[in-house]
């Protein structure tokens, strides 16, 4: 099914992989944008809780409808009797299972909406695994959204052209920001299977994506009461930029998501509040920097990078 054939709502559809139906929701806004490159969610290591809370919860279902781009969340399987949901691929942060791998998934659900590219928005350990898109799907990865992500160093280069907003927090209980000694969590967090995130370096996702798109002047950097933010480049159409979210706000969340009753689960809590939409909105944020910049830069098109432009 055409992606842009589907009507506007929420579709629960079926990629075949491997001999195996795997499904995949897509939500589609009522007054669509068909210039618009979809946008690709992936939540995070999830507990009970298969499906994610990238829609609900952390928004992308009403910030689809604010700013007309349809979302497509995959569903990852479960593990530890379907306890445990994480994304399986070589790298990411939860072991590597033997016998499938969740790139293939992902190109699967491309290959059957006729979408030849779109973004990348993942929290946490969905995060890590849209980094290893943009560097496994050369070319159909035009940016990447991390929230709480990180850089384990197993990750493929991203694909030259390919944009980049990293989020973080610099007091990140879960995934500090420099690395280093793990905390009580992590270890637990390791011990449950996700052993790569021994490795983390959210430090080195910025990094990542200024060397592959040769930026090698000093960023801009901008600080304010509520982050740091650092601007590598020049090419408005692939801009690369981090934000770093101070204290007492930079904890492991999804900023400017829904709060209160039903909204977190006993250790979300423990991570760190989040900021409120009106004062720093992960999906407002992101929006503004892939599409507007494209926009005021006078380029014919929203979409994404160009052929010639990843070349």
Known sequence: MPLHKLAG??????????????????HVPKDVDHNLLPVLAFDGITICNQLGSMGGINGLDDAAERHRFIVVYPVPKTRLFGILAGWNSPGTCLACRAGYDDVAFVRAILDMLDVEGA????????????????????????????????????????????????????????????????????????????????????????????????????????????????????????PVVEYVIRSPHGGHTYHGRKTGKGTESFLSSKHGRPLAPDVFSVNDLFPAIFWEARRNAGSGSLAGPSEQDIA
Do not use: C, M
């Open 119 to 238: 973004y990348a928005i993942g929290f946490s350990a969905g995060a890590q695994f849209s980094h290893i898109l943009a560097g496994t799907l050369p070319g159909r990865i035009a940016g990447v959204v991390s929230v709480s992500g990180t850089w384990l160093g197993l990750e493929p280069q991203p694909a030259k052209g390919t944009a980049a907003l990293i989020i973080h927090g610099e007091n990140d209980p879960v995934q500090p920001y420099h690395g280093g000694n793990p905390p009580p969590r992590v270890r637990i967090l390791a011990a449950l299977g996700n052993r790569n995130i021994l490795l983390s370096r959210p430090d080195r996702q910025v990094e990542a994506y200024a060397a592959a798109n040769d930026y090698r002047e000093p960023p801009i950097v901008e600080t304010t009461d509520v982050y740091v933010k650092r601007s590598f480049g020049s090419d408005p159409v692939v």
């Open 9 to 26: 709502g929420d579709h629960r559809l079926f990629a075949s992989i491997a001999g195996e139906s795997r499904p995949f929701r897509v």
